[in-house]
């Protein structure tokens, strides 16, 4: 299986400030159809994961646009360009390139 | 709106079963891929089961495969997990999920516990 290692697993960040978080697959999620299967979840304490992020880079609807994607091959990341309140919880990667689908250990994001 | 409502967990002995089921609406269900995650407390999500369509390919992640079977009625919006032979390392917060890997189409239920113990 396609292992993603997600790096801080603990996150804490100063309310509007930046944050970002790297996630690194065990193989490339590059598709033979051109697309790359890398998306970002984020589950707030007490809630189902939701998906932020589709395809490394593309938000899903009603996401805000403070929250981006990047990377290619096997290495990604999630920014948040000015952390809010409502951005605490945990961060997961996903790839859906090989299956099993695969989630990254998760990151923690809290305010300082 | 849509709405995916799980239920079905509970309390179960290590080598029982459940049925876990997964209540849809608010959009075509049976146009749609549609699977199982689980988290166990204070853990991860895996990603154990997905179903095509209609029903005529299924996915199982190593770990489930030959315990778990994933199913879907069509003609009532509803999507179910078999889950037999239970170990106590199944305990989880089971979740039923509508995702498409190439569109922004991703909802997810609100969860069912099942919990086995003795």
């Known amino acids: 299986d396609v292992v993603m290692t997600q790096s801080p697993l603990s996150l804490p960040v100063t309310l509007g400030q930046p944050a970002s978080i790297s996630c690194r697959s065990s193989q490339s999620l590059v598709h033979s159809d051109g697309n790359t299967y890398l998306n970002w979840l984020q589950q707030r304490p007490g809630q189902s994961p939701r998906r932020l992020i589709y395809k490394v880079s593309n938000r899903d609807s009603g996401v805000p646009d403070r929250f981006s994607g990047s990377g290619s091959g096997t290495d990604f990341t999630l920014e948040i360009s000015r952390v809010e309140a409502e951005d605490v919880g945990i961060y997961y990667c996903?790839?859906?390139?090989?299956?099993?689908?695969?989630f990254g250990q998760g990151t923690k994001v809290e305010i300082k | 709106d849509v709405q995916l409502v799980e239920s079905g967990g509970g309390l179960v002995q290590p080598g029982g079963s459940l049925r876990l089921s997964c209540a849809a609406s608010?959009?075509?269900?049976?146009?749609?891929?549609m699977s199982w995650v689980r988290q166990a407390p204070g853990k991860g999500l895996e990603w154990l089961a997905s179903?095509?369509?209609?029903?005529?390919?299924?996915l199982y992640v190593d770990s489930v495969k030959g315990r778990f079977t994933i199913s879907r009625d069509n003609a009532k919006n509803s999507l179910y997990l078999q889950v037999n032979s239970l170990r106590v390392e199944d305990t989880a917060v089971f979740y039923c999920?509508?995702?498409?890997?190439?569109?922004?189409?991703?909802?997810w239920g609100q969860g069912t516990r099942v919990t086995v113990s003795s």
């Open positions: 996903m790839q859906e390139r090989h299956w099993p689908w695969t």
């Open positions: 179903i095509h369509p209609d029903g005529t390919e299924k």
């Open positions: 999920l509508r995702e498409a890997r190439n569109v922004p189409t991703s909802d």
């Open positions: 608010g959009f075509t269900f049976s146009s749609d891929w």
